[in-house]
């Protein structure tokens, strides 16, 4: 597999919070991800590698354009969830806006693209959810640990 970081593997997302404070361009970056995401069939190096990721396309709340997001996702009780924690930043990533503006977007996971309804978990639910996350990539404690907002999550549905 290619990679664009000329890094190890470091485990997923151990070392995605330092590499994304050191670039200045973070749609750079995306679209990097993006790239190598496409031409690997969904698999990234660098600090994603082994974590599940996909494409998240949201329609901006404000533009009304379309924006994409690499984000990593986990297959818990069946749900596909991603999780807002923007590596702990005091404020929620722009993804997350756009849901909670318009809950239908689009994701590509590996090979397959299709549509999808996003749901923001009640603060029960994502209370519950939210340690087996971090069983599956205990860098997301140290996310929650870093701010005073709650990291949300969302469920990703398959529509019809």
Request: aromatic share 8%.
């Amino acid at each position: 597999m290619r990679s664009l970081w000329g890094l190890g593997n470091n485990g997923p997302g151990s070392r995605a919070q330092d590499l994304v404070s050191e670039i200045s361009d973070f749609k750079t970056f995306n679209a990097n991800v993006v790239d190598e995401f496409r031409e690997n069939d969904g698999k990234v190096g660098g600090p994603f590698e082994g974590a599940t990721l996909l494409l998240l396309t949201t329609t901006g709340a404000k533009s009304c354009l379309p924006r994409m997001s690499p984000l990593a996702y986990f297959d818990i009780e069946d749900r596909m969830l991603v999780i807002g924690s923007y590596a702990g930043a005091d404020i929620d990533p722009a993804w997350v806006h756009n849901l909670r503006a318009n809950s239908h977007a689009h994701v590509e996971v590996a090979t397959t693209a299709y549509d999808v309804v996003a749901r923001e978990l009640p603060r029960a639910e994502r209370d519950e959810l939210y340690p087996k996350v971090v069983e599956r990539a205990p860098v997301f404690a140290d996310y929650q640990a870093k701010t005073s907002r709650v990291i949300p999550i969302f469920e990703l549905r398959k529509t019809t």
